[in-house]
């Protein structure tokens, strides 16, 4: 439901911070926009700025995120060094959530701008569709495309086994980098 009458800059940067502190999930530009009658470039500009003034907040494919510090919780954490092609992106994915691997982002080194990070924050299935969703209906390319498929990827899990388990599949498809 958008408001009729717009907000001021502080406060609506003020509700924009408590939606995503209460939230659980990403919310995107486009539905704070609209909830606060402005244009997503005015939400991307106030995001900004929170992030300027030490609000821990990323950017993932799913929308803005607020990382609470139980996020940030898994025991077990790993980077694992990947390659393969565009069209193997789904099943690399879905293999690690499906072990209950969180992916949490993925790096590549870019010949000029060196190390490029893109937040995922991918836990699910779910996830994973709605992120291929998203590169698809954008026609967007991936970061591995601009490194002949090699990138990294932060990976974390409640259990040792789970990372283990995960990359032991990465290995047999030919995906993991050794």
């Not at 030490?54 to 996020?71: D, H, N, R, V």
């Not at 690399?92 to 949490?104: F, K, R, S």
């Not at 080194?109 to 991918?122: F, I, N, T, W």
């Given at each position: 439901?958008?408001?009729?009458?717009?907000l001021?800059?502080?406060e609506?940067?003020?509700?924009?911070?408590?939606?995503?502190?209460?939230?659980?999930?990403?919310?995107?530009?486009?539905?704070?926009?609209?909830?606060m009658?402005?244009?997503?470039?005015?939400?991307?500009?106030?995001?900004?700025?929170?992030?300027?003034?030490?609000e821990?907040?990323?950017?993932?494919?799913?929308g803005?995120?607020?990382m609470?510090?139980?996020k940030?919780?898994?025991?077990?954490t790993?980077t694992?060094?990947?390659?393969?092609?565009?069209m193997?992106t789904?099943d690399e994915?879905?293999?690690l959530?499906d072990?209950g691997?969180?992916?949490?982002?993925?790096?590549?080194?870019h010949?000029?701008?060196?190390?490029?990070?893109?937040?995922?924050?991918?836990?699910?299935?779910?996830?994973?569709?709605?992120?291929?969703?998203?590169?698809?209906?954008?026609?967007?390319?991936?970061?591995?495309e601009?490194?002949?498929?090699?990138?990294?990827?932060?990976?974390?899990?409640g259990?040792e086994?789970?990372l283990?388990?995960?990359?032991?599949?990465?290995?047999?498809?030919?995906?993991?980098v050794?």
């Amino acid at each position: 439901m958008s408001r009729e009458k717009k907000l001021k800059s502080p406060e609506r940067r003020g509700e924009i911070l408590t939606k995503l502190r209460d939230s659980s999930a990403p919310i995107t530009g486009k539905s704070l926009a609209e909830e606060m009658n402005v244009t997503r470039q005015v939400i991307v500009a106030d995001v900004s700025l929170l992030k300027a003034g030490g609000e821990p907040i990323i950017a993932t494919s799913q929308g803005y995120l607020y990382m609470k510090e139980e996020k940030k919780g898994f025991p077990y954490t790993k980077t694992i060094v990947c390659c393969h092609n565009r069209m193997e992106t789904k099943d690399e994915l879905e293999i690690l959530v499906d072990h209950g691997v969180y992916v949490q982002n993925v790096v590549i080194e870019h010949p000029v701008y060196g190390d490029l990070k893109a937040e995922l924050h991918l836990g699910n299935r779910r996830d994973v569709e709605r992120f291929m969703e998203r590169v698809n209906h954008s026609n967007a390319s991936f970061l591995l495309e601009l490194t002949g498929g090699v990138h990294t990827h932060e990976i974390a899990a409640g259990r040792e086994d789970a990372l283990h388990n995960a990359i032991k599949e990465l290995e047999d498809k030919g995906i993991i980098v050794k």
